[in-house]
């Protein structure tokens, strides 16, 4: 089968590799989409190297049609369209058993150390298997619209931490993929205000036709003035920091109301500081989340969200490439023409 494999920084070979069987308790899914990340563009480029082990089939966004079950799996069909939850928990460690399995201190994931999506087929470990880490989706929905099921769910991984619900005016710095699936998921929890920032004009473009109430360009206007012209003075009840700018933190804070919440959404380059005031944080009783990957449950609702068509998966998925061309699709996610990529293999 064809698969892009990682052979180290900047290294990404398209080449045949062997067809993969599934043993006991694993699945072989063919792929019918996997969308492509800011992750995966921090490996291709060397940024992000821990836990990625080099010959790894790259990709973690990952939407199939299971063709093979291997002996002993049950709950799962040939034929069925599935999704993966690529983060895969170990059950036991302090975190797990605390119900935070995002935060596990053993996961494997597909794309780093699990062979991942960007592949003719994968192979779904027995682990992954035992502990549903393959979720089965309704049949007939549109795979690239499947494989925004991951980053969806780390979003509503976001939204449980930063509880945006009914009334709420949220603002939302980055109108990339994330950012303007942050801002769907706000409207349908209650949101009544939706202010986007951001420096693209197509970006902001599809905010707007996305249902954004207010659109910014912060090199032309004043966020902070913006935002608090639209709430009365108070600031945002919630600020989602979806751009890995670590200046954006004192920013966000100084956006959001009292008893607010401001969400570190974005992976920031690492070793990355920030000052901030910290006094807005004491006097304010300002919360700060982040959000790292996703639960099973986040999966199985996202699911559930791009089933019922609730979210604008034609939209945010904007441009297919061959699995031939993934590094060439990965490069161009990072140019900002498109908003998610798919390679469809
Ligand atoms: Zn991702
Ligand atoms: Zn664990």
């Known amino acids: 089968m064809l698969a892009?494999?990682?052979r180290g920084p900047k290294q990404l070979d398209i080449t045949e590799i062997g067809t993969?069987?599934?043993?006991?308790?694993?699945?072989?899914?063919?792929?019918?989409?996997n969308t492509v990340c800011g992750t995966d563009l921090r490996i291709l480029r060397g940024e992000k190297t821990a836990g990625v082990r080099p010959g790894v089939v790259l990709g973690h966004e990952i939407a199939g049609t299971i063709a093979a079950?291997?002996?002993?799996?049950?709950?799962?069909r040939v034929g069925d369209a599935a999704v993966v939850t690529p983060a895969v928990s170990c059950g036991t460690c302090f975190y797990c058993l605390r119900d935070r399995e995002q935060l596990c201190d053993n996961t494997d994931i597909f794309g780093y150390n699990i062979d991942g999506g960007l592949a003719e087929y994968c192979l779904i470990p027995k682990r992954a298997v035992d502990r549903k880490y393959i979720s089965v989706a309704k049949a007939g929905t549109p795979m690239t619209a499947l494989s925004l099921s991951e980053p969806l769910s780390c979003v509503l991984n976001g939204l449980d931490n930063y509880k945006a619900g009914l009334g709420d005016t949220v603002v939302i710095i980055g109108a990339?993929?994330?950012?303007?699936?942050h801002m769907t998921v706000c409207r349908l929890a209650g949101a009544t205000q939706i202010i986007v920032s951001d420096l693209s004009e197509t970006r902001r473009a599809t905010a707007s036709c996305l249902g954004a109430d207010i659109t910014v360009d912060s090199r032309n206007e004043d966020l902070e003035t913006v935002v608090k012209d639209a709430t009365n003075g108070h600031g945002a009840d919630v600020v989602v920091i979806a751009i890995g700018r670590p200046e954006l933190l004192a920013q966000a804070i100084g956006l959001v109301r009292k008893g607010g919440y401001v969400c570190a959404f974005a992976g920031f380059p690492k070793g990355s500081t920030a000052a901030v005031d910290p006094n807005t944080i004491h006097y304010g009783e300002i919360t700060l989340v982040g959000a790292a990957n996703a639960k099973r449950r986040q999966t199985e609702e996202a699911l559930r969200l791009i089933e019922n068509r609730l979210i604008p998966a034609e939209t945010i998925v904007s441009h297919?490439?061959?699995?031939?061309?993934?590094?060439?699709?990965?490069?161009?996610?990072?140019?900002?023409?498109?908003?998610?990529?798919?390679?469809?293999?």
């Open 20 to 33: 993969p069987e599934p043993g006991e308790g694993e699945i072989l899914l063919k792929v019918g989409a």
């Open 176 to 181: 990339g993929p994330i950012g303007l699936l």
């Open 69 to 76: 079950l291997g002996k002993g799996v049950a709950g799962y």
């Open 4 to 6: 892009a494999v990682l």
């Open 320 to 345: 297919t490439f061959p699995l031939q061309q993934a590094a060439e699709a990965i490069e161009f996610s990072a140019s900002g023409e498109g908003i998610k990529i798919a390679v469809v293999p």
